[in-house]
């Protein structure tokens, strides 16, 4: 009687013994491969999806913004293109240090000065631009060291952002009547400008126009700037 008590009791502690080993076994495998719970799967995505910021714009295409001229050519010393209605002086090769700009190039009036044309000549003392020149462009005399004085016509509409910049010898210069629009900085750092109007029909002055313009005593503004 004593000895199958003893079988049976072994017997139970065995299977005891074999039931918890497999109890620890599935617990482990549980903890090796954990169930991902909803905000982990949120967070994950977070981490893996881009934000607007970390996407780099797309490039613009010069040629959508700069069109192509309808025709260049050369004049002279002058080379120029043409847009449609509108010629614009590019640049001049030239060592000429008084000089005047044409008024027709071939069969084409011209109406313009294209960006930087004579940007950085540091020949050309005086210049002279005919009736018929609505606008300078942007740099177009920039740098000029030598510049000294620069005749307007009467047609001129718009004077381009540093259109004399660092033109420091440039002492005067009359802005004619019908100009309407001056550029930021189109005279920052003429250091020997003495003093200069602003037409009546311009109605504000743009930043750092006279900025660095040392030696300026007098400036006239119209009645139009607000």
Do not use: W
């Not at 967070?43 to 999806?49: D, E, F, G, P």
């Not at 293109?81 to 614009?88: G, H, P």
């Not at 084409?108 to 000549?121: C, E, L, M, Q, R």
């Not at 004077?159 to 001056?182: E, N, T």
């Amino acid at each position: 009687m004593i000895k199958h008590t003893s079988k049976a009791i072994f017997k139970t502690i065995v299977i005891a013994l074999i039931v918890s080993a497999l109890l620890n076994f599935c617990a482990c495998s549980g903890d090796d491969t954990p169930s991902q719970t909803n905000g982990d799967k949120q967070t994950q995505a977070q981490t893996k999806a881009p934000t607007v910021n970390e996407t780099e714009p797309p490039a613009t295409d010069p040629a959508e913004t700069q069109p192509e001229p309808d025709y260049t050519g050369q004049h002279g010393d002058y080379t120029y293109e043409v847009f449609e209605s509108d010629v614009y002086i590019t640049s001049y090769k030239g060592e000429e240090t008084h000089i005047t700009l044409p008024t027709a190039v071939g069969e084409y009036t011209v109406t313009a000065i294209a960006d930087g044309a004579f940007k950085g000549n540091e020949s050309i003392t005086s210049v002279i631009i005919p009736s018929g020149y609505t606008l300078i462009g942007p740099s177009a005399f920039a740098d000029c060291r030598s510049l000294q004085a620069v005749s307007l016509p009467d047609t001129l509409k718009e004077i381009g952002f540093s259109a004399f910049h660092s033109c420091a010898k440039l002492s005067d210069i009359a802005i004619p009547a019908g100009v309407r629009s001056i550029g930021g900085m189109a005279f920052n750092s003429c250091q020997s400008l003495k003093s200069i109007s602003l037409p009546e029909g311009m109605t504000s002055v743009t930043h750092s126009l006279f900025e660095k313009c040392t030696s300026l005593a007098s400036i006239s503004l119209p009645q139009t700037i607000s």
